[in-house]
């Protein structure tokens, strides 16, 4: 008599208390896969390469298997973490005979300037903002004007507190996100008189902001600007309107 001997099963079946995908990728390796789930069968009589064929099946399934299991929790957890600053939406407004502009600086603090603000160091966010008119193979500028805001953190006294425009304006706040509304969201800029502009015709502003390290009497500051990477520059954002 003839007995049919009945494989044994690897770690990670049923029987050994493994996983779905564990018994799945099994069955596939048997070729037996209830339901008919892989078509690529092979026969027994297939020989070493027919066997090295299924198991690099095998590792090909898994892989796939990992990927769309854990793969999108990483990329979003990253996606969060590793927002890049940048310039948010821009608006234009005609006020008093002067052009006015409006935006915000998104994702300010990264963690190496939230943690070198939190230390102590200031730290100091320039805008740029340039307004053009289109001309024939080149761009004419109208205006351009520079914001700078410094960022200080006292520790003793527990407060934020930012220097506008070479201090003409110096502002204290309790909180990191008082400090950012009060340092970035930028309302109605003057840019310049509605008289250097000419009715019906196109303009772009240009905005980009840039952060570094600003002027400290700090021990060892020497050590701290070589063994320390700052700032950031975030791409110019731009906005098409007509006058």
Known sequence: MIKHLKKKSPAGTKKDGGGYVGRLCWRWYRGTSRGNLCPLYLDKKIGPCGHFVKIFLLLLFSG???SLTIGPSIVKA????????RIGKIAIFNSDGCLEASFSL???????????????????????????????LRYKRIAK????KT???DAIKGEFRIVSSKGT???TVSTLEEARKEAFQIHKFPLCTLSRLSRGRTYFLKIKAEAEKGDAFLPFEGLIEIF???GFSTEWNEVKFTY
């Open 145 to 148: 004007r520079n914001i700078e």
């Open 169 to 171: 304006r110096v502002v």
């Open 151 to 153: 960022l200080f953190y």
């Open 78 to 85: 990253d996606g969060v973490k590793n927002v890049k600053p």
């Open 228 to 230: 320390s990477r700052w």
């Open 106 to 136: 998104l994702n300010p603090f990264p963690k190496k300037i939230k943690e070198a603000l939190e230390s102590g160091v200031p730290i100091k966010y320039s805008f740029s903002l340039e307004l053009l008119s289109p001309r024939f």
């Open 64 to 66: 796939l298997v990992l």
